[in-house]
Protein backbone atom coordinates (compact mmCIF):
# COMPACT_ATOMS: atom_id res chain seq x y z
CA UNK A 1 0.00 0.00 0.00
CA UNK A 2 1.06 3.70 -0.60
CA UNK A 3 2.36 5.10 3.01
CA UNK A 4 0.83 8.24 1.82
CA UNK A 5 -2.76 6.93 1.55
CA UNK A 6 -3.97 8.09 4.77
CA UNK A 7 -7.41 5.75 3.76
CA UNK A 8 -5.27 2.55 3.81
CA UNK A 9 -6.65 0.13 6.41
CA UNK A 10 -5.57 -3.37 7.57
CA UNK A 11 -8.47 -5.85 8.75
CA UNK A 12 -7.30 -8.61 11.18
CA UNK A 13 -10.11 -10.91 12.12
CA UNK A 14 -12.06 -9.54 8.85
CA UNK A 15 -14.01 -12.70 8.30
CA UNK A 16 -15.94 -13.44 11.01
CA UNK A 17 -19.01 -11.71 12.33
CA UNK A 18 -17.70 -8.27 12.78
CA UNK A 19 -15.76 -7.73 10.24
CA UNK A 20 -18.21 -9.35 7.70
CA UNK A 21 -20.18 -6.49 7.86
CA UNK A 22 -17.54 -3.81 8.44
CA UNK A 23 -15.51 -4.07 5.67
CA UNK A 24 -17.81 -3.24 2.75
CA UNK A 25 -19.20 -0.50 4.74
CA UNK A 26 -15.74 0.99 4.83
CA UNK A 27 -14.77 0.51 1.48
CA UNK A 28 -18.09 2.26 0.30
CA UNK A 29 -16.57 4.94 2.89
CA UNK A 30 -13.41 5.27 0.85
CA UNK A 31 -11.22 3.07 2.61
CA UNK A 32 -8.26 0.68 0.97
CA UNK A 33 -9.30 -2.08 3.02
CA UNK A 34 -7.19 -5.57 3.07
CA UNK A 35 -7.77 -8.35 5.02
CA UNK A 36 -5.40 -10.66 6.75
CA UNK A 37 -5.24 -13.55 8.16
CA UNK A 38 -4.04 -17.38 8.16
CA UNK A 39 -5.81 -18.31 4.51
CA UNK A 40 -6.06 -15.21 2.95
CA UNK A 41 -9.23 -15.04 2.49
CA UNK A 42 -11.00 -11.73 0.93
CA UNK A 43 -14.26 -9.96 2.73
CA UNK A 44 -16.41 -8.91 0.02
CA UNK A 45 -14.31 -6.89 -2.51
CA UNK A 46 -11.36 -6.31 0.20
CA UNK A 47 -8.43 -8.32 -1.07
CA UNK A 48 -6.89 -11.00 1.17
CA UNK A 49 -3.07 -10.94 2.51
CA UNK A 50 -1.96 -14.76 4.30
CA UNK A 51 -0.02 -13.65 6.91
CA UNK A 52 0.94 -15.85 10.05
CA UNK A 53 -0.97 -13.71 13.08
CA UNK A 54 1.15 -15.33 15.41
CA UNK A 55 3.91 -14.31 14.00
CA UNK A 56 5.00 -10.51 15.03
CA UNK A 57 7.74 -9.66 12.15
CA UNK A 58 5.71 -11.52 9.61
CA UNK A 59 2.65 -9.42 10.85
CA UNK A 60 5.21 -6.02 10.68
CA UNK A 61 5.59 -6.83 6.97
CA UNK A 62 2.02 -7.12 5.80
CA UNK A 63 1.13 -3.20 7.91
CA UNK A 64 4.01 -1.64 5.94
CA UNK A 65 2.27 1.57 4.53
CA UNK A 66 -0.90 0.65 6.07
CA UNK A 67 -2.71 4.07 8.04
CA UNK A 68 -5.15 2.01 10.23
CA UNK A 69 -5.14 -1.15 11.89
CA UNK A 70 -8.64 -2.95 12.59
CA UNK A 71 -8.43 -5.95 14.73
CA UNK A 72 -10.88 -8.12 15.82
CA UNK A 73 -9.01 -11.44 16.66
CA UNK A 74 -11.41 -13.98 17.90
CA UNK A 75 -9.55 -16.67 18.18
CA UNK A 76 -9.07 -19.22 21.63
CA UNK A 77 -5.42 -17.39 21.70
CA UNK A 78 -6.71 -13.61 21.64
CA UNK A 79 -4.33 -12.03 23.50
CA UNK A 80 -1.09 -13.52 21.97
CA UNK A 81 -2.42 -12.26 18.55
CA UNK A 82 -3.64 -8.70 19.68
CA UNK A 83 -0.26 -8.36 21.66
CA UNK A 84 1.69 -9.52 18.18
CA UNK A 85 -0.68 -6.75 16.45
CA UNK A 86 0.51 -4.24 18.13
CA UNK A 87 4.04 -4.95 18.62
CA UNK A 88 3.80 -5.12 14.70
CA UNK A 89 1.44 -2.08 14.16
CA UNK A 90 4.14 -0.21 16.32
CA UNK A 91 7.06 -1.49 13.71
CA UNK A 92 5.78 -0.84 10.98
CA UNK A 93 4.91 2.43 11.65
CA UNK A 94 0.88 2.65 11.84
CA UNK A 95 -0.69 5.60 12.53
CA UNK A 96 -4.01 4.44 14.37
CA UNK A 97 -5.44 1.22 16.14
CA UNK A 98 -9.04 0.34 15.63
CA UNK A 99 -9.42 -2.31 18.41
CA UNK A 100 -13.11 -4.24 18.95
CA UNK A 101 -12.89 -5.14 22.56
CA UNK A 102 -16.40 -6.01 24.80
CA UNK A 103 -18.75 -3.83 27.15
CA UNK A 104 -17.80 -4.28 30.53
CA UNK A 105 -14.24 -5.29 29.95
CA UNK A 106 -12.38 -6.19 33.12
CA UNK A 107 -10.51 -9.01 34.46
CA UNK A 108 -13.00 -10.16 36.93
CA UNK A 109 -15.90 -10.28 34.28
CA UNK A 110 -17.70 -13.59 33.88
CA UNK A 111 -18.00 -13.39 30.72
CA UNK A 112 -15.12 -15.18 28.81
CA UNK A 113 -14.72 -11.81 26.09
CA UNK A 114 -15.14 -9.78 28.11
CA UNK A 115 -12.38 -11.40 30.71
CA UNK A 116 -9.98 -11.66 28.30
CA UNK A 117 -10.21 -8.32 26.23
CA UNK A 118 -8.49 -5.91 28.82
CA UNK A 119 -5.07 -7.39 28.15
CA UNK A 120 -4.88 -6.17 24.93
CA UNK A 121 -6.79 -2.85 26.07
CA UNK A 122 -3.86 -2.01 27.47
CA UNK A 123 -1.41 -2.83 24.94
CA UNK A 124 -3.38 -0.78 22.73
CA UNK A 125 -3.39 2.22 24.93
CA UNK A 126 0.25 1.62 26.05
CA UNK A 127 1.09 1.31 22.69
CA UNK A 128 1.86 5.28 21.59
CA UNK A 129 -0.37 4.91 18.81
CA UNK A 130 -3.84 6.56 18.38
CA UNK A 131 -6.18 4.68 19.07
CA UNK A 132 -9.55 3.98 19.03
CA UNK A 133 -11.69 1.36 21.14
CA UNK A 134 -15.02 0.21 20.43
CA UNK A 135 -16.89 -1.46 23.60
CA UNK A 136 -19.96 -3.19 21.62
CA UNK A 137 -22.57 -4.88 23.81
CA UNK A 138 -24.31 -7.89 22.68
CA UNK A 139 -25.15 -8.19 18.96
CA UNK A 140 -28.47 -8.66 17.42
CA UNK A 141 -26.97 -10.51 14.55
CA UNK A 142 -25.35 -13.31 17.03
CA UNK A 143 -29.07 -14.90 17.43
CA UNK A 144 -28.65 -15.41 13.77
CA UNK A 145 -24.61 -16.10 13.29
CA UNK A 146 -24.30 -18.28 17.01
CA UNK A 147 -27.80 -18.95 18.16
CA UNK A 148 -29.72 -19.79 14.44
CA UNK A 149 -29.69 -23.39 14.70
CA UNK A 150 -30.95 -23.62 18.18
CA UNK A 151 -33.62 -21.15 18.00
CA UNK A 152 -34.97 -23.10 14.91
CA UNK A 153 -34.91 -26.30 16.75
CA UNK A 154 -36.18 -25.34 19.87
CA UNK A 155 -38.16 -22.26 19.39
CA UNK A 156 -36.52 -21.26 22.81
CA UNK A 157 -33.95 -18.20 22.73
CA UNK A 158 -30.84 -19.49 25.27
CA UNK A 159 -28.17 -17.15 26.38
CA UNK A 160 -26.13 -17.07 29.40
CA UNK A 161 -27.16 -14.27 31.08
CA UNK A 162 -29.15 -15.06 34.16
CA UNK A 163 -31.35 -12.39 34.48
CA UNK A 164 -29.58 -9.79 33.40
CA UNK A 165 -31.36 -7.05 31.40
CA UNK A 166 -29.19 -6.30 28.29
CA UNK A 167 -29.77 -4.14 25.57
CA UNK A 168 -28.47 -5.04 21.68
CA UNK A 169 -27.19 -3.85 19.34
CA UNK A 170 -27.68 -3.91 15.66
CA UNK A 171 -24.52 -3.71 13.12
CA UNK A 172 -27.13 -2.73 10.35
CA UNK A 173 -28.65 -0.14 11.72
CA UNK A 174 -27.64 1.56 9.47
CA UNK A 175 -27.09 -0.37 6.20
CA UNK A 176 -27.22 2.33 3.74
CA UNK A 177 -24.72 4.05 5.53
CA UNK A 178 -22.32 2.20 7.64
CA UNK A 179 -22.71 -0.13 11.18
CA UNK A 180 -23.65 2.26 13.92
CA UNK A 181 -20.66 1.34 15.85
CA UNK A 182 -18.65 3.22 13.03
CA UNK A 183 -20.49 6.34 13.72
CA UNK A 184 -18.10 6.46 16.45
CA UNK A 185 -15.09 5.40 15.00
CA UNK A 186 -15.40 7.86 12.12
CA UNK A 187 -15.17 10.39 14.89
CA UNK A 188 -11.88 9.63 16.08
CA UNK A 189 -10.40 8.34 12.69
CA UNK A 190 -8.44 11.12 11.88
CA UNK A 191 -6.54 12.11 15.52
CA UNK A 192 -6.82 11.84 19.37
CA UNK A 193 -7.70 8.87 21.53
CA UNK A 194 -11.15 7.64 22.14
CA UNK A 195 -12.99 4.55 23.95
CA UNK A 196 -16.32 4.46 22.86
CA UNK A 197 -19.14 2.02 24.80
CA UNK A 198 -21.51 1.37 22.81
CA UNK A 199 -24.78 -0.48 23.11
CA UNK A 200 -28.71 -0.75 21.27
Not at 78 to 92: D, S
Not at 158 to 186: E, I, K, M, N
Request: hydrophobic share 45%.
Amino acid sequence: MNPSNASSLLFIGASGLIGSLVTPALMKAGFSVSTAGRRGLSVGDAPGIAVDLRDSTNLARAMQGVATVALVPDVPDMEAIGLNAVNAAKTAGVRRLLWFSSFGAKPDNQARFSRRHPVIDEAVRDSGIPYTILRPSFLMQNFTFFYGDIIRTTGTIFLPLGDARVSHLDLCRQRSARPAPFDSFYKGIHTGTFIFEIWG
